[in-house]
């Protein structure tokens, strides 16, 4: 009902920056949170940051100081700018929305982030 589609990845340098994209289409309800999870192979999926409707946000503690989530209501997109990335960053980065209550939430098909030593 709602997709979800990531752009902004690649490979970069440890200490580099990248801006992710996640554009979201379709049956979009409001309000809502949209953010970013991330998984490596072998490991759970595990939230990077969120934001909601109304700009709140929230990060992971790994993170913190380094990444900042922003959206853009009314083109129903959410960014995550990283910086001063760590090899640590390395990861399969999905693009989620979700909702306190009502239908259940999407994924992106996710976009890979490498950051080499």
């Known amino acids: 009902q709602v997709q979800l589609v990531e752009s902004g990845g690649g490979l970069v340098q440890a200490g580099g920056s990248l801006r992710l994209s996640c554009t979201a289409s379709?049956?979009?309800?409001?309000?809502?949170?949209m953010g970013w999870h991330r998984q490596v192979p072998g490991k759970q999926r595990e939230l990077v940051a969120d934001?909601?409707?109304?700009?709140?946000?929230s990060y992971a503690t790994s993170v913190k100081g380094r990444f900042t989530i922003s959206r853009d209501n009314a083109k129903n997109t959410v960014y995550l700018q990283m910086n001063s990335l760590k090899p640590e960053d390395t990861a399969v980065y999905y693009c989620?929305?979700?909702?306190?209550?009502?239908?259940?939430?999407?994924w992106g098909q996710g976009t890979q982030v490498t950051v080499s030593s």
């Open positions: 989620n929305i979700h909702y306190m209550s009502g239908p259940i939430g999407s």
């Open positions: 379709g049956s979009i309800l409001w309000p809502n949170v």
């Open positions: 934001i909601t409707s109304s700009g709140t946000t």
